[in-house]
């Protein structure tokens, strides 16, 4: 079992500080949902945990299996085991979805540039990419068992995708991946309902006893169709509850209004 553990973090952007002081522990197997209202600093959280340099942690920790992560670079926490789903997906114009891939799983998985030495030179040919027969078989099973069409793999990454594609397709990188503890910011974001069955599908798929998610919504739809373990409210740049799945549906009946009511004075102090 892997465990993310978030101690007492605390990080700010452009001398405003957005985290004040989150506690969060995530472990294999579980679902844990972090909801709040906007500007709440959900999804800064989110890009601290996957290295964004933008931001700067002031005090505090992030630990995976009780090593921390802060002094790695973004690439080095993807090697440890950390996926984010973006709120928004960038589009990359000239980069296949295949290709693109087929990088990405090459440095998780090890591959290394490989040493040549021929008529008396020395030194490095290319990159010793994931073979690509192996490759193209274990995307084509990937693609059929989430499905994601397989004229993406051909398409430039995002580029003139739709919301749902574009979700579908990080789903895609998850499972490639393979990922200890995925970061999802607000992947219910601009779907409609038949991609949000197809997204919500995929995670389930992929949340499996080896595999954590740390899923960061607003509303509780996408939570009816995956079932969270734990649900915590997220306010003022902190954890201020969690509870069950009870918590989401207290949310959605009653909104955020008493949130700031009942914490509000806490946060500020």
Do not use: C
């Not at 002081?21 to 500007?39: D, F, K, Q, W, Y």
């Not at 921390?68 to 960038?90: C, H």
Request: glycine content about 10%.
């Amino acid at each position: 079992m892997s465990v993310l553990e978030i101690r007492n973090l605390h990080a700010t952007v452009e001398d405003r500080e957005i985290l004040k002081g989150v506690n969060l522990t995530l472990r294999s197997g579980e679902i844990h949902a972090l909801m709040g209202p906007n500007g709440s600093g959900k999804s800064t959280l989110a890009y601290v945990i996957a290295g964004h340099p933008h931001y700067e942690i002031t005090d505090g920790d992030i630990l995976i299996d009780g090593e921390s992560i802060l002094e790695m670079e973004p690439d080095e926490r993807t090697k440890a085991g950390v996926f984010l789903a973006f709120q928004y997906p960038v589009a990359v114009p000239g980069v296949s979805v295949a290709n693109f891939l087929r990088t990405a799983v090459s440095n998780v998985r090890g591959y290394t540039t490989r040493p040549v030495e021929a008529e008396g030179r020395s030194g490095v040919i290319g990159s010793n990419l994931m073979p690509m027969r192996e490759f193209r078989r274990e995307l084509t099973d990937k693609m059929k068992e989430f499905n994601v069409d397989p004229s993406f793999a051909r398409r430039y990454l995002n580029d003139g995708f739709s919301g749902g594609e574009k979700k579908r397709t990080e789903v895609l990188q998850m499972a490639m991946l393979e990922p200890k503890f995925g970061i999802l910011d607000e992947s219910d974001s601009g779907l409609d309902i038949d991609a949000l069955r197809v997204v919500s599908d995929g995670i389930n798929k992929l949340a499996t006893p080896d595999r954590g998610f740390l899923l960061i919504t607003h509303y509780q739809r996408i939570l009816n169709y995956v079932k969270p373990n734990y649900v915590s409210i997220f306010y003022g740049g902190r954890v201020v509850m969690t509870g069950g799945p009870e918590v989401a549906h207290m949310l959605e009946e009653k909104g955020y209004g008493w949130v700031e009511r009942e914490f509000g004075e806490a946060v500020a102090a």
